[in-house]
């Protein structure tokens, strides 16, 4: 392997060697904590012009398995491992990491510091950074200004499919049974497309719902005419406040009797639809042992989560019940709404690489579906 580096914006140097495509690759240098779920994290669309680091020290042991992807591609800007494995052994292997980085064209970086890395955003916070490969002598102070200056924008724009799918003819990458041989009354769903992972869907239709998937772009008229029993906000990247035309929808939307269901980015667009307020965090929380409380009766579970951004507590409307709390710093984590059949939650009860404490939370959109049914 050739020498690469990892260059943040703060001047800090990391010299590794290279792993996947060359060249350079600048974006948000973030962390995520998962021991396990690499393949669900490359193809997160959620980490969007991010360059991520798994903090777990060997990445790659079972390869690469087209089956537990999120998406039909990688949207991360960059990648970093301690130790990548390149000999994996499952016996659902389709290939080794390093050629699929390849055949993403994802540059990556192997053999750095990654707990010292990680100490670095944790106390700095998330952070540029560029990583190069294939490049001779290179000099830090030809790139810190880009680096700097780099921000995302147009997330979900990016990452959302343009066209409405109905999963009578679901992407390939899904696992779950089609809904073709759905009985005529099986519940509806309007999955709204934000960079929505593929496990939202395969969870809605294990539950015998029908599934329509439909762009970021999709105005409230256009689902009203779809006539669903339910709508799933799903998961995204980027600042949720940018998206204004979006929400000014999801507003309208709140004015129908149909039930709601927001998962991340979705969560943090329907608060906002409501009157509450968003704010960055200071380095996000990123993978699978998140811990998070329920208020109503104190039990606490584990999560796997994936934002940079959090609703504000404090900005909550009254009609806007504070549901699940982030043990660690406090965020929020959930909303249960009083006066619309409508919740949500900041972390990831779809999680295909686990943990599966939350997955519940679908069965209770769906008791909330009937309910609405039962009184229509």
């Known amino acids: 392997m050739s020498d690469a580096y990892l260059i943040l914006a703060d001047g800090t140097v990391f010299e590794g060697k290279a792993i996947g495509a060359t060249g350079k690759a600048i974006g948000e240098t973030v962390f995520t904590t998962g021991m396990t779920g690499y393949i669900e994290t490359l193809t997160d669309p959620s980490y969007f012009g991010q360059i991520v680091t798994q903090t777990f020290p060997l990445v790659g042991n079972y390869g690469v398995i087209r089956e537990d992807f999120e998406s039909k591609k990688s949207y991360v800007k960059g990648y970093i491992v301690r130790e990548l494995c390149e000999k994996p052994s499952n016996f659902r292997c389709e290939g080794d990491l390093d050629s699929f980085l390849k055949k993403q064209n994802i540059i990556g970086i192997a053999g750095i510091d990654t707990r010292k890395l990680t100490k670095i955003l944790r106390e700095a916070g998330v952070m540029n950074g560029m990583i190069i490969s294939g490049v001779e002598n290179v000099k830090l102070e030809n790139y810190l200004e880009e680096i700097r200056a780099y921000k995302i924008v147009d997330a979900v724009a990016n990452v959302s499919k343009g066209e409405v799918s109905p999963s009578l003819q679901p992407p390939s990458v899904f696992s779950a049974t089609p809904s073709a041989g759905l009985p005529r009354n099986a519940p509806s769903v309007a999955l709204y497309d934000f960079g929505a992972k593929a496990n939202i869907q395969r ?174």
């Open 203 to 376: 969870e809605l239709e294990k539950r015998g719902c029908k599934v329509t998937v439909v762009p970021y772009n999709t105005r409230a008229e256009e689902i009203k005419k779809l006539a669903p029993d339910g709508i799933m906000l799903s998961n995204g990247p980027g600042d949720p406040a940018e998206n204004t035309g979006v929400i000014e929808e999801i507003k309208k939307l709140c004015e129908t009797d149909i039930p709601l269901f927001g998962i991340c980015l979705g969560h943090q667009m329907l608060a906002l639809a409501r009157g509450a307020k968003t704010s960055k965090l200071k380095y996000g929380h990123r993978g699978g042992n998140q811990p998070v409380k329920d208020l109503t009766n104190g039990r606490v579970f584990i999560s796997s989560q994936n934002h940079g951004y959090a609703v504000e507590n404090d900005s909550l409307p009254s009609f806007a019940k504070l549901r699940f709390i982030n043990t660690n710093d406090g965020t929020c984590e959930g909303i249960e709404y009083t006066d619309i059949p409508a919740f949500s939650v900041q972390f990831h009860p779809e999680a295909c690489g686990g943990p599966h404490d939350t997955n519940y939370l679908f069965d209770l959109f769906l008791d909330m579906i009937k309910r609405s049914q039962a009184a229509a």
